[in-house]
């Protein structure tokens, strides 16, 4: 049974460039989670999601990032016109149900050059 | 006020002894409590979860609760090598009970020294 699989691992975008993350919740988990890791702090809660629904979204900037877990397919983490300040691991969670663990994909670095 | 609270260390602990971790947290009707591990440049991993007050024990780790003092901490022993990474307190709750927007302090560092 696969875990939460994120691509890409490592991904460079120039300034101004769209970066597209995704996340594959574990097989039979249909709630997913996105965090934010800047170097040296904290994991800082982005957006949660159920398939097709944002349940959550009081972490996301308001501009440039979206969020989406379509019907089919892995959920998107979008960040429009990124700058430097985007540099960060972004790690995916998925669980069965809300009152449930939370296991974590292996994230993505983003670097912004 | 942070919303979670940990020492951000580093801890240092003799191989085999116990490592003994502490987390507060300011939200009073938090319901739910994790301690996840990360080595360096890895993913978070959950070691323990824990719900309501008292010990919960799982091999060498124990995680203990106090919601009247906001307090939970996790124990660690027989420590060994290998447990040396990120430690990282998370909280979530509120109005509902579940694991939705979980808060995670910044981490304590334990080193375990051979």
């Known amino acids: 049974n696969a875990g939460v699989m994120q691509n890409p691992r490592h991904l460079v975008r120039r300034r101004g460039q769209e970066a597209r993350l995704r996340c594959s919740p574990m097989k039979g988990h249909s709630h997913v989670y996105w965090y934010r890791q800047l170097p040296e702090e904290g994991l800082k809660f982005m957006v949660y999601l159920q398939k097709e629904n944002i349940i959550d979204e009081s972490g996301m900037p308001k501009e440039r990032f979206s969020a989406e877990f379509p019907k089919e397919g892995p959920s998107i983490l979008r960040i429009q016109q990124v700058v430097r300040g985007d540099s960060a691991a972004y790690f995916c969670?998925?669980?069965?149900?809300?009152?449930?663990?939370?296991?974590f994909g292996q994230g993505t670095r983003l670097t912004v050059v | 006020q942070k919303e979670v609270e940990q020492n951000s260390g580093p801890l240092s602990v003799p191989e085999g002894a116990i490592a003994s971790l502490n987390c507060t947290y300011s939200?009073?009707?938090?319901?739910?409590f994790f301690w996840y591990r990360q080595y360096s440049g890895k993913s978070p991993e959950l070691i323990m979860s824990?719900?309501?007050?008292g010990d919960k024990e799982d091999g060498r780790f124990t995680a203990q609760l106090n919601k009247a003092s906001q307090y939970v901490s996790l124990l660690i022993r027989d420590s060994q090598p290998s447990d040396s990474a990120t430690y990282l307190c998370?909280?979530?709750?509120?109005?509902?009970?579940?694991?939705?927007?979980?808060?995670f302090g910044t981490g304590t560092r334990l080193t375990i020294i051979p």
């Open positions: 824990i719900y309501s007050n």
């Open positions: 969670a998925s669980s069965k149900d809300r009152d449930t663990e939370a296991f």
């Open positions: 939200d009073r009707v938090s319901q739910s």
């Open positions: 998370a909280v979530s709750g509120g109005s509902n009970f579940g694991n939705e927007k979980l808060t």
